[in-house]
């Protein structure tokens, strides 16, 4: 076991039991015997079998904290005051841990880079193909066309996501995407922990920008992440209304940038 390195990991759930087990299973067995670390929970108000499952899952280091469902930022906050590690692990619940050596390599960055705040992976499917979430800061168009479709200005969206990068060099991130946050638990203390406001959506690339004014995000491809992505806003006229209505309050709080 390292010493003197703690992690601790927030999932926050809602009716995600299809899911849940593998992703906290997958947390355990790429932590255990190397670091000391905790796992909280924080389930907004689920009515399926979520809880039920994680109930099953007993473990020394699971917390499961009872939360009202104010949105993914407010779930994450709730245990902001309760963190003591070293490094915080921001989860979705549709994520898995690929093996402790990519867990392994985004310690072994933070701790040879002390002014890195925020670290975000490479993002996969579970084909093992790319998530192109390597993203610049969004302005009002950027976020139009992406309810276009991948041929409406292409080249612009390529850009967004920074396609030419080849996702295979660590650089310096914009808006890294809230599914996976590796945050020093200080960096992620001294700036409140997520923006309430938000209750889905923007949040993360938020909480991206606090992180740059006190230190620096980076994308380090060389650790990766799988996850299962679910375009809910695709789908579902509320999703779109609730982006709509986060894009809003970010252009607000940061300036409207239209292009």
Request: with cysteine.
């Amino acid at each position: 076991m390292e010493h003197n390195v703690s992690l601790s990991f927030t999932i926050v759930t809602y009716n995600n039991q299809d899911k849940i087990k593998n992703t906290i299973l997958s947390i355990i067995t790429a932590v255990d015997d190397v670091f000391p670390y905790k796992i909280y929970i924080v389930d907004n108000e689920s009515t399926d079998k979520t809880l039920e499952i994680v109930k099953c899952i007993k473990h020394k280091s699971i917390e499961i904290v009872a939360s009202e469902n104010r949105g993914f930022g407010f779930g994450h906050n709730v245990v902001l005051n309760r963190l003591q590690s070293t490094y915080h692990f921001i989860v979705n619940p549709d994520i898995q841990i690929k093996n402790s050596q990519s867990l392994q390599i985004m310690i072994n960055y933070m701790n040879e880079n002390p002014n890195v705040g925020l670290l975000s992976p490479l993002i996969l499917n579970e084909d093992g193909s790319i998530q192109y979430l390597f993203r610049n800061q969004p302005t009002v168009l950027d976020a139009a066309i992406r309810f276009a479709g991948k041929k409406i200005l292409r080249k612009r969206q390529e850009k967004f996501i920074n396609l030419e990068s080849g996702y295979n060099h660590i650089l310096p991130i914009e808006n890294a995407s809230g599914s996976f946050m590796l945050v020093r638990t200080d960096i992620f203390k001294a700036v409140g922990g997520f923006d309430e406001r938000y209750f889905m959506y923007y949040e993360d690339t938020d909480l991206t920008r606090k992180i740059n004014e006190i230190s620096s995000a980076m994308f380090v491809p060389t650790a990766s992440v799988i996850h299962s992505w679910e375009r809910a806003n695709g789908r579902d006229i509320r999703y779109i209304w609730i982006m709509l209505q986060s894009l809003y309050k970010y252009m607000h709080k940061w300036g409207w940038t239209l292009w």
